[in-house]
């Protein structure tokens, strides 16, 4: 096939090395024509996705039209915040015969839309999937096994991406729900700031473990009311990103929050981490949707409060301790 990744961050350059390992036609496009410059002169990602060759066989371009026109699938793998205007930029370009494959993980603030439907929204005759579960750029791009779930509202379109991906060590499974897909991508990043935050303050293994736990039955309450399966979210792109994002020191959003629960403000360990972080802009649209969805989100809300109302870190940990008491399962009568 011939495929083009938009987006040459490390997520986007790792699956533009493992496409061409695949005996695809790759290309990948940047925005940014100092990044581009870079990759085409070093053959490397060397700000974000440093010692990983890309190969020379790959095509880098900062050209829009070329970056799509005349591809059988398109990555979008730019952050959340900008897959809107990606979007809109390349719907005069795709033709209802390209499949797009969404792998930015994040809910747009605005709208409180998930990323597939912020695409149809700008390119309505698209053909979208969304691939997503634990796998961190810096392992993939150098080879490392992992799994993933693709989903797609039709399963042909799912076993094209699923054929494309998958390697002998990018295993893909798919799925048709895309909505339980994309709201544990998205939400497990918020949950991550929390592990981070818990790993500042200098807690322990258990904290940590109890918090994911909690997390995952926080994320899989607000999936499920909004359509999900709650099998996703004991899945790939639930427990399983949510594990990884949450233990991992390759993972933006533990190492924000890790710098949140020594003291800084998000902005200040945003600038020190120097990469988008997701859960700082997932956190708000993640709360308001479980108001328009009438479900307790503790976590959630407590990542709010220490992100953007000055709460400290500590504090907000006591606050989810001493909540009313409750039970995990519910009682028989």
């Not at 005349?70 to 499949?99: C, N, W």
């Not at 800084?264 to 020190?272: G, H, L, N, V």
């Amino acid at each position: 096939m011939k495929i083009s990744v938009l987006g040459a961050g490390s997520w986007g350059t790792a699956l533009a090395v493992l496409l061409c390992g695949n005996k695809h036609e790759v290309t990948l496009w940047s925005i940014d024509e100092r990044e581009v410059r870079m990759i085409r002169e070093h053959r490397e990602q060397q700000e974000k996705l440093p010692g990983v060759p890309i190969p020379e066989e790959i095509t880098v371009t900062n050209d829009l039209e070329a970056g799509v026109v005349g591809h059988d699938m398109l990555v979008l793998a730019v952050p959340s915040i900008f897959i809107r205007s990606t979007a809109k930029g390349i719907a005069k370009y795709v033709t209802p015969e390209q499949i797009l494959v969404n792998v930015s993980k994040g809910i747009e603030e605005a709208t409180l839309m998930n990323m597939t439907d912020v695409i149809e929204d700008e390119i309505p005759h698209g053909k979208i999937g969304v691939l997503s579960g634990p796998s961190h750029a810096e392992e993939v791009g150098r080879g490392i096994p992992t799994t993933v779930v693709v989903g797609a509202k039709d399963r042909e379109t799912a076993e094209t991406i699923q054929d494309a991906f998958m390697n002998s060590y990018f295993r893909v499974y798919t799925s048709p729900d895309m909505i339980g897909i994309e709201l544990g991508a998205a939400l497990k990043n918020v949950i991550a700031l929390a592990a981070g935050v818990v790993d500042g303050l200098g807690y322990g293994d258990n904290t940590k473990a109890a918090l994911i736990t909690r997390g995952i039955a926080e994320i899989t309450r607000l999936g499920t009311a909004m359509g999900g399966r709650v099998e996703t979210f004991g899945g790939l792109s639930g427990i399983g990103d949510l594990i990884v994002t949450c233990t991992s020191t390759h993972s933006r959003n533990h190492n924000a929050g890790y710098l949140i629960g020594q003291g800084k403000t998000y902005q200040e360990a945003m600038k020190e981490v120097n990469m988008v972080v997701e859960g700082v802009y997932s956190a708000k649209a993640a709360l308001a949707l479980a108001n328009k969805y009438h479900v307790e989100v503790p976590i959630t809300e407590q990542v709010n409060r220490v992100l953007f109302d000055g709460v400290p870190a500590k504090e907000a940990v006591l606050q989810l301790l001493m909540r009313n008491r409750t039970s995990e399962s519910v009682w028989e009568i």
